[in-house]
């Protein structure tokens, strides 16, 4: 199963910071990387160090902090931009270039040989400077860019083996399972490099989508608590927990500490000034609430009969509706 | 495009009603009737009218108000159930029995060979007494059940013709969409009968499932306003409306009243004393809150840069940061 070996990347402290409504000081930058960690998370993103020197001082800051963990900084591809990130310290760096017609047209206005020509310069610069960071090449923008333009960019980036990792982003989250599929087992399958996928929510199907890049090969998948991004955000750490649980409960509660999950959600809502969704999965208000009396009367003997997950892994209580018009009838029958 | 044909059946009504926290009073069901139908809704499904006075009374109401949609009455496979629902003056009847070994055994007891002589015989039931009454089968838990099982169920059910649709529900939103794509798609081709997908979202994965049955077949998806039913809910009308308007805005403009869409999820918040949640599809306080510097020059210039979905078409307005340390750097490079 792929599910087993894949590598949660949290991007809460990068894509996360983006969400309209965040703005994390150091200190709960700080506190969510440690709190990350202890949950079991291996590797974070963090904004790119040459954003503002607030950035750079927090990435240092995170990546000197000893944590088990590795600290990828978020990057464009400039040389700036590179020495910054390697100054700061961090372990990783992730960059990434809009590839989409519209994209390039928007932010660097580079053909596709001139993506090819700037990627593999930055990434030489990156080996000459530091030959063992850790390099991801990421593509903005590629569930709408010709599948064409996608492999060549892929495929000769691939072969000059500077990079650990190819990133596959659906910056505007309209992708579904089906072409997420489709896309990152081609790329998996031609370039023999690892896949990271980065999947925005615009039409819901961001927890889907991870779990098809998965499936499909990508050994690395973003998320980030409660899925806060731009607009509404990417796949949600808990989300993807849970098809992770839904798939092998034994292996995830293995390799993640779940009960502290919770709160880590509730402390990110707290940070960002959100509620937590009253449907989220997994840490909702009602995630384990019964209502129906056939439901109710099912789950009191066996609370497996409607639930796909044990909420006492998760260190949570369900709850069972009483007195309700819809209780009575069939819990009495 | 098999999604251009989908019918929604909205159960805001029924699964709606089971959410932990809804209560809604008779005027409050047909308000919501009426909303629903005026976007663009032409099939309601209704609580039993069986599960207490109250329901047969907002039935019978929902029914003989003169919308322009099939009111459907979710029922057991019960003598009982088909008359209280058939005198309730609705069109259509939403059987439903477990299928899986577990909620069998927690339900009705019954082995996979009585479940298909109970339906069959309520089936011709309802054929004698409401000949042209649009009858549904469903099999409740169809993804916990083995796939022997399931096809021992639907394959001699529709060779009955007795049933217009067939149903299929994810019970404990458990399923991913590479196996609903397979079951919906397996069922629908070996039966030749329409299917309906009802599909919850424990782990996250509702609306991509509601996608890929489409895709496999299903002509039928069920729907509630915000997603709201038992524990964190199912498919979310919003999130198969964008779902859908991803693929084909033109279509799902003709087909849809959307600038009411907002007012109807904000009306079923307030209804169920729930806040909509941030990150919800569409109408999410953030679904269109584009905050990157590099995101919102580009959108400032072409919103479709970072947009799949045009706020305006839903009568929605988009929010562009201005003044955040992110929103600086990119934006005046
Ligand atoms: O670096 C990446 O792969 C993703 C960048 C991003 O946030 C996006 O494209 O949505
Ligand atoms: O009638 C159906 O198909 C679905 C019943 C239900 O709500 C479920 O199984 O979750
Ligand atoms: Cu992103
Ligand atoms: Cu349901």
Chains 1, 2 share one sequence.
Not at 122 to 149: H, M, Q, T
Not at 226 to 251: F, M
Request: contains cysteine; negative net charge.
């Amino acid at each position: 199963m792929p599910l087993e070996n894949v590598t949660i990347i949290d991007t809460t402290l990068r894509e996360g910071e983006q969400f309209a409504r965040a703005d994390f000081s150091s200190d709960a930058k700080l506190e969510l990387a440690h709190a990350l960690s202890e949950f079991g998370i291996t590797f974070l993103e963090v904004t790119s160090p040459a954003a503002s020197p607030r950035s750079r001082d927090d990435a240092a800051r995170i990546a000197g902090a000893n944590l088990p963990v590795t600290v990828a900084a978020h990057i464009r591809c400039h040389r700036d931009d590179v020495d910054i990130a390697l100054d700061s310290g961090v372990g990783a760096l992730n960059m990434v270039m809009a590839i989409s017609p519209i994209l390039r047209r928007a932010s660097h206005g580079q053909a596709i040989p001139e993506v090819v020509r700037t990627a593999a310069e930055i990434g030489e610069y990156v080996r000459k400077r530091a030959p063992d960071v850790i390099l991801r090449f990421s593509s903005e923008d590629a569930f709408r860019c010709p599948l064409n333009d996608l492999l060549n960019v892929y495929l000769p980036l691939s072969e000059l083996k500077l990079f650990d990792r190819l990133g596959i982003a659906d910056t505007t989250g309209a992708a579904t399972p089906d072409r997420v599929s489709e896309v990152v087992g081609l790329v998996s399958r031609l370039t023999g490099t690892p896949v990271e996928f980065h999947g925005h929510n615009d039409i819901g199907c961001a927890i889907a989508n991870a779990h098809a890049a998965a499936m499909a090969g990508a050994g690395y998948i973003n998320t980030t608590v409660l899925g806060i991004g731009e607009r509404n955000g990417i796949t949600s750490l808990e989300g993807l927990i849970a098809v992770l649980y839904a798939a092998d409960p034994e292996t995830t509660r293995s390799r993640f500490d779940l009960p502290t999950l919770p709160a880590l959600c509730h402390r990110v809502a707290a940070l960002a000034g959100v509620e937590v969704p009253f449907n989220d999965v997994l840490v909702g208000e009602t995630a384990f609430s019964h209502k129906a009396g056939l439901h109710t009367k099912a789950v009191y003997n066996d609370p497996r009969a409607y639930e796909a997950l044990d909420p006492a892994d998760f260190g949570l209580d369900r709850q069972i509706s009483i007195g309700h018009r819809l209780t009575g009838w069939n819990a009495i029958r």
